[in-house]
């Protein structure tokens, strides 16, 4: 994980970067939003809870040291709209259940 912001519908964007600098965002849902018509409301909302090291903002923080994380969730592919972090195909996870900060346990 190399950064995230809070989107405009309260998710939370994040980008993965992979060790040959290829980007990819994931999405965090605000369970308040998407819980009642979610398949998974209790794990977006156990992958939500203490994912990222600061309450994340509008601005897009870089992190100075990247999180080794392991995410889990179907795969969207977005229309590609200038996002921070955006795939080359506009592949993202969105939801995701699960996350794991890798040496830590899983979410």
Do not use: W
Not at 17 to 37: H, L, W
Request: charged residues 20%.
């Amino acid at each position: 994980m190399v950064g995230y912001k809070l989107e405009n519908d309260s998710d939370f964007h994040v980008v993965l970067q992979s060790t040959s600098g290829e980007t990819m965002i994931v999405e965090f849902p605000d369970p308040a939003n998407c819980a009642p018509r979610s398949y998974a409301p209790g794990l977006m909302k156990q992958a939500r809870e203490g994912l990222v090291p600061a309450p994340p903002t509008s601005s897009f923080r870089q992190l100075q040291d990247p999180i080794p994380v392991t995410v889990v969730g179907p795969l969207f592919l977005d229309k590609i709209h200038n996002q921070e972090g955006v795939a080359r195909n506009g592949a993202e996870i969105y939801p995701v259940l699960r996350v794991k900060r890798r040496g830590g346990n899983c979410s």
